[in-house]
């Protein structure tokens, strides 16, 4: 009885630490080749957590690993919505495709929280509404933070309310009242900065009070910047002036460009005033927007340097280091350790095509680039180049009927092997490799040791693509012929009068 009892509890306790949340719903009037995709809202390098394909009457399932409770970005056919999640729930979602996911309707455990959630905000927007802005900006310092006071008094009692009536977990509860929080601040922050012009008053500054008000407010700064993108953003774009100051005293025409993330990278360092955190996630934030991508894969080693003197965070750090393998692939000269399998089965690593130059391609049944104009050109250079390169065409549907199924219909007759990622997209293999949705098509090229040559191409006609087949082919790709030269037309001179 004991050891049946001991079991139970073992049971409850895996359940309730899993981190995994089961997604299951049905999307009506939905093309088959869509996919849905959940991302984590607030971390600095979120890439899709999951990748689900629809049957054809729209049904779809899966599960992922939650990191944390919180906001997650749903996204299809180009549209996007905001859910919270916590680890472990069941997460049911339903709509028309002509509006999901923008409208949805959720249930099973995750509704409670979700109803809380939207019914607060439209809430929040009500009362914001009836606040003029204005005339609260005008009021005498005393007066405004009297005001001040009573709208955060009435905003967190509407949420506090609203949690109740739904029911809605504590985390949810605190999530919402940070977030407003984040707002609130930026009121704060727009008396400070406006009050003085605002009443023609330029000697105005705020008083002890206030700045006691604002510091006590801003002991959450720090937990308000690693979780709120929102209000993230809205503290980096407050250093902006300064940070336009900082690049204006810098030597014009310098003889080599620095990265943008290079010089925010120094401007930080003399912001002495910022903690940690806030350095981390606004360097973070500006290297994931500006630099780190493919087109600066000649600056791999560079970028790799800048994260390790940038950043503390070891999360954070790791975050990053993975969004540059995803963007800007594996650095050069590495052997590309993806498992794979060909039709028959039989499994082996990308590493292992050797002898030849390698021309791999990843695609998916479901990406409708392939068929449309991938395929047509594909068959132009397997043609062009026949057996001076091998070809690996590496599919990433979820199943191997699928797989199967459409490498027959779009690449049969190709010179070259078939090979199938086993699990698809959402293999963890595909993930450790960096292979996302977003990058499907693409292309890499392996050296005649099996090692990669050059970055990941998202065209077959890139000139760089064009280039490194050449040159590891040894036969030259042709020019495009030129435009024929078009005869000038002679305007004989008006006749004199």
Not at 286 to 297: G, H, I, K, T
Request: with cysteine; charged share 25%; glycine share 6%.
């Amino acid at each position: 009885m004991k050891k049946y009892f001991l079991l139970f509890l073992m049971a409850i306790f895996a359940v309730s630490c899993s981190k995994k949340v089961e997604v299951k719903g049905k999307i009506s009037g939905a093309n088959p080749l869509e996919r849905l995709e959940i991302i984590e809202s607030s971390g600095v390098g979120t890439l899709p957590l999951v990748n689900l394909g629809l049957s054809n009457n729209g049904e779809f399932s899966g599960s992922f690993d939650a990191p944390k409770n919180g906001m997650y970005v749903i996204s299809f056919a180009g549209k996007t919505n905001m859910i919270y999640l916590k680890k472990g729930q069941l997460l049911q979602l339903s709509g028309d495709a002509q509006n999901f996911p923008v409208e949805l309707t959720i249930t099973g455990d995750a509704k409670a929280n979700n109803d809380f959630l939207k019914e607060a905000q439209k809430g929040f927007e009500t009362y914001a509404s009836k606040i003029q802005m204005n005339e609260l900006i005008q009021k005498k310092e005393k007066d405004f933070i009297a005001n001040f006071d009573k709208i955060k008094d009435d905003i967190y009692k509407l949420i506090e309310d609203n949690a109740k009536k739904f029911n809605a977990t504590d985390d949810a509860l605190q999530y919402k009242k940070e977030e407003s929080l984040a707002r609130l601040l930026g009121l704060l922050d727009g008396y400070e900065e406006n009050h003085a012009m605002a009443t023609a008053n330029p000697k105005f500054k705020v008083s002890e009070d206030f700045k006691k008000l604002k510091k006590k407010l801003r002991k959450y700064n720090n937990r308000l910047i690693r979780n709120y993108p929102m209000y993230r953003e809205y503290q980096l774009n407050k250093l902006n002036p300064d940070f336009q100051k900082y690049v204006a005293t810098l030597p014009q025409n310098p003889k080599e460009q620095p990265l943008l993330s290079e010089v925010f990278g120094n401007y930080l360092k003399t912001r002495k005033d910022l903690s940690s955190t806030e350095k981390n996630y606004f360097y973070a934030y500006v290297l994931a927007q500006s630099d780190l991508n493919f087109m600066n894969v000649k600056h791999y080693d560079k970028i790799g340097k800048l994260i390790d003197e940038n950043i503390t965070n070891s999360e954070i750090k790791k975050d990053l280091k993975a969004l540059q393998e995803v963007l800007m692939g594996y650095k050069a000269g590495t052997k590309p350790n993806l498992s794979v399998m060909n039709k028959e089965g039989k499994s082996l690593s990308l590493s292992s095509l050797k002898g030849k130059p390698t021309l791999v391609l990843f695609y998916a049944s479901w990406n409708p680039n392939v068929a449309m104009t991938t395929v047509p050109v594909l068959k132009e250079v397997t043609d062009f180049y026949k057996d001076q390169l091998n070809y690996a065409y590496v599919n990433l549907d979820d199943t191997n009927e699928q797989f199967l199924k459409t490498s027959n219909a779009l690449l049969k007759g190709f010179a070259g092997t078939q090979y199938w990622v086993k699990g698809g997209i959402n293999a963890n293999a595909a993930k450790a490799f960096g292979l996302y949705g977003f990058k499907l098509p693409s292309y890499i090229i392996l050296d005649k040791d099996g090692k990669l040559y050059g970055r990941p191409y998202f065209n077959l006609g890139d000139p760089e693509l064009v280039e490194a087949l050449s040159k590891l082919s040894g036969v030259a790709a042709p020019k495009p012929a030129p435009a024929p030269e078009i005869p000038q037309m002679i305007v004989p001179d008006a006749p004199k009068k």
